[in-house]
């Protein structure tokens, strides 16, 4: 038995934990993982930027808007592709890493890191475009909740505002747990699987959240009550189904293996 085999196999290990086998798990990845952090970042602060000098020029290109947080949505969501070539899984197998020291390795990378790659260059994209008078004023609208009065009217509800950032939480980490699951998980097609079974989940959440308002309707509620009601609903069962998703998604990556 080899020193690796014997230190995979010990006990100790599998049980114990150490954030220096963290980092080496994490330098193992960094030549590939890094790139991935670039490019998030690079297309956030580009987005950022060229989203509000277009709505400087022109209001109506807040369109442009929806595309942005599409395709930053998905960027975030399947994140977790980036561990799916079968060389990585190779090599780490053999790495004296323990269950619960890959999981906090995946979870700080998927859930921490990505996530701020992409917040902060936005956060930065934002302050560039502050220094220009007219996106300054534009920015400071929308801090101000300087928006049409019926949205407003909505979002200054705390109770709706609060159930909203939440559910968007919410859903963010659902995505990000069944990709990495079915990256953990599947042992073919791990990138399709987790693609497939992302857009699945997020079918099935809007089936239920317009069923729930389709009943809401039917009850004569008006539509701040509807949206609540809906919103609310949808936020507890998506808690459910990623706090099931989370957990095997734990199992997953402690028993991943070839």
């Known amino acids: ?5 014997n230190t995979i196999c010990s006990p ?11 980092k080496m798990l994490a330098n193992f990845y960094a030549p590939t993982t890094r790139k991935q952090i670039i490019a998030y970042s690079g297309i956030s602060f580009f987005f950022t930027v060229l989203l509000i000098f277009l709505v400087t020029i022109n209001s109506s290109n807040v369109l442009w808007g929806i ?7 998905y960027m975030t ?8 070539r079968r060389d990585f899984q190779l090599i780490e197998t053999t790495l004296p890493v323990s269950g619960n020291e890959k999981v906090a390795y995946y979870f700080i990378y998927t859930y921490v890191i990505i996530p701020a790659s992409v917040l902060i260059p936005t956060a930065l994209g934002v302050a560039l475009m502050y220094i220009f008078p007219d996106s300054r004023e534009l920015i400071n609208n929308v801090i101000s909740l300087n928006l049409p009065q019926k949205l407003l009217n909505i979002i200054e509800s705390a109770n709706i505002g609060l159930a909203y950032l939440l559910s968007l939480v919410i859903i963010t980490f659902l ?6 699951f079915a990256v ?16 699945g989940f997020s079918f099935i959440s809007g089936t239920i959240a317009g069923i729930i308002g389709v009943i809401a309707g039917i009850h004569d509620l ?20 990623v706090s ?10 402690k028993h991943r293996q070839l």
């Open 175 to 180: 995505m990000i747990s069944i990709a990495l």
């Open 1 to 5: 038995m080899t020193y690796t085999d």
């Open 244 to 253: 099931i998703a989370t957990y095997y998604t734990i199992k997953a990556i």
């Open 184 to 199: 953990c998980r599947f042992k073919k097609s791990k990138a399709l699987m987790a693609i497939i079974m992302s857009l």
């Open 222 to 241: 008006d539509f701040e009550s509807t949206f609540s009601v809906t919103l609310n609903i949808s936020t507890i069962f998506t808690l459910i189904i």
């Open 12 to 22: 100790i290990l599998d049980n114990g934990f150490s954030w220096k086998r963290v």
């Open 77 to 84: 969501y399947w994140s977790p592709l980036i561990f799916t």
């Open 67 to 73: 595309l942005a947080h599409f395709v930053i949505s």
